[in-house]
């Protein structure tokens, strides 16, 4: 913790960066750092914290690229390692940390490890840093076990042997292109160790931990049961001997010190069921956050929503860990499509048949603001995927000649998968590539963009209201201090100058207010603030009811997600008072 005594990432706002779809440079239809440092501006003045960047290193991008060849390196596509410097630097001087995604759990085919492990034989020491076994049955043609890939199909693949007969298999619960990494070999471990040190010596102001429950195995490697819960008796999810690992990580990111002073932060990826399992990643010796999927997958529903809530600020209790809080990122559907769906959970299992429902863009939208107004009045630190702040929709009709991901390829066009949600932004103008690339670009963006994104590009966002200079609102209608209509851009460059500003969105807890069926009322206090002074106390309205309801008594509106109509608060709108004076 710093001498100041507040870390920066217990209430900071941070974008997540897709590199391959923010900007591109160089016009060759695919993100980079070029492009992403050129928008640096735009990021300071969203008002963000931080950025987490997606892997950016070599890769094959078999998925993505969180099948990573070098861990030490940027892949060519994206930059050089010196634009990497160049990048940090820059963000560090507009006061922007700089987070990086780390993947322990596997790396790539094109890992130098891996052609090792195929190089070096059966029961070589460079197959043992892999999961690497005899198949099972005659002539070992099956796979060591019943394990089923995350993306579909048996998370064995057979190799061929120096001598060209067929051998040994090796483990990978992703794609095939993804070997996982055999935790128990003390290699990994010192490697892995080894890369953290030299990004935190780079300047990196954190990590977030790839599929961070998935690293260790049940050395046996039994069948997997069907219905099993995670933890210590299942075969490879959430089993405790994976702690020790973030242990070891923790002391590290405590010892460096950089540009922005030893305070680093380590973000675990952790979709687990149960709270209890969940919290026993942050603590004081661990993590110090874990993404909130349970948020993320919550039905646009009053209740649901509530028992979240309180049991997302329950589980960061005992370590004192803050909460995290999450729409939406690059392996879900964008949150207005989801908020425009009669279903409005989200589940990666289910999500073949989300694709299939309507969605009514216009609600999913105008639920879509008031859900950004909720997420960020809740104490804690909040996530931001790219595109969100612009409304982006999920892009559901992809041909499928161009779909990328392996999760599409790997159930025969079964799960759409998530290129949908990484499709590349719209910065300006009227047509594709929006300013996504250059000019005089010789390739089209990665993945096609919809004709419709005219009208949700940074520079119309900009100009149809809401962007924040000098304190104040310009553009959109102004009424009462709210901003009743402008843009989803102007929206979050609002909300994000005000919760950076007052002084109740700090650290301390939120209280809930009574508030009629359907909708969230809760007040925020600055900690130390003397509550004769109203401006200490900020209250978050959202109203998921049908029917709108009235304002309670208040000194300001400060922000409404939509127009506030007679007084009133409308269905799906979300609004923060001032109480007081
Ligand atoms: C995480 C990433 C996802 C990736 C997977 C395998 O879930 O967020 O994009 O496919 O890990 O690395
Ligand atoms: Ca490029």
Known sequence: MPESGRSWWRDAAIYQLYVRSFADGNGDGIGDLTGARARLPYLAELGVDAIWFNPWYPSPMYDGGYDIADYRAIDPVFGTLADADAFIAEAHALGIRIIIDVVPNHGSIAHPWFHAALAGGPGSAERSRFWFRPGRGPGG?????????????????????????????????????????????????AEFEDVLRFWFSRGIDGIRIDSAALLCKDPALPDAVAGQAPGPAHPYLDRDEVHEIYRSWRLIADSVSGDCGADRVLIGEIWLPDAARLIRYVSRDEMHTVFNFPYLS?????????????????????????????????????????????????????RRYFHDFPVDLELGTVRARAAALLTMALPGSVYIYQGEELGLWEVQDIPDELRQDPMFHRTGGADPGRDGCRVPLPWSGTEPPFGFSPADATREPWLPQPKEWRDLTVAAESASGGSVSGGSVSGGSVLDGSMLDGSMLGLYRTALRIRRSELAFGDAPLSWQPAPDGVLAFDRDAADGDLSDGRARVRCVANLSPAAVGLPPHATVLLASGPLTGGMLPPDTTVWLRIGS
């Open 141 to 189: 043609d099956l796979p060591p076990n019943n394990w089923q890939s995350m993306f579909g199909g048996p998370a064995w693949t057979r190799v061929t042997e120096a001598d060209g007969t067929l051998g040994e298999w090796y483990l990978h619960l992703f794609a095939p292109e993804q070997p996982d990494f055999d935790w128990d070999c003390p290699a990994v471990r």
């Open 298 to 350: 919550c039905p646009w529903d009053a209740w649901a929503l509530r028992r979240v809530i309180d049991q997302t600020l329950a589980l960061g209790g005992p370590a004192g860990a803050p909460a995290t809080w999450v729409l939406s990122n690059h392996d879900v559907d964008r949150i207005v499509s989801r908020l425009g769906r009669a279903d409005t959970a989200f589940d990666l299992e289910r």
